[in-house]
């Protein structure tokens, strides 16, 4: 029967232990928890910069290609036929002046393209 006190008091020993050794490990989690919100937080602030990194960098490919693309509308209306010197002034103006209207013009098979250019010519001037 001597035995059996000992034994409760190894296993009340041996649950202090345990208790110290769950304390230890509940301490090493909190200062896990605020290492793993960090690096949560810090993830998702790098997807984000990602994110609008590659917008960025989507908006200046496209105004270098609209860039490009207004340096050959001169030369591109040299190929309508049916254009003065004047209306391919007037049309490098009124095309780079609207973006849209420049990706209308450059996308369109060259047949259409002089009843396109034309109707802006005459919508020009009821505006101006």
Aim: proline share 3%.
């Amino acid at each position: 029967m001597a035995d059996i006190p000992e034994n409760n008091d190894n296993s009340s020993e041996n649950s202090g232990k345990d208790m110290s050794t769950n304390i230890t490990s509940l301490r090493k989690c909190q200062k896990v928890s605020p290492d793993s919100e960090l690096m949560s937080f810090l993830a998702n602030l790098h997807a984000e910069t990602n994110s609008r990194l590659e917008m960025i960098s989507a908006r200046i490919g496209y105004e270098f290609d609209m860039g490009k693309a207004r340096q050959y509308v001169f030369d591109k209306l040299g190929t309508v036929d049916g254009l003065t010197l004047d209306q391919r002034y007037d049309l490098c103006n009124i095309l780079g002046d609207k973006p849209q209207r420049l990706e209308v013009f450059m996308g369109m098979p060259a047949t259409a393209r002089l009843g396109y250019v034309l109707r802006l010519i005459e919508e020009n001037q009821k505006d101006g």
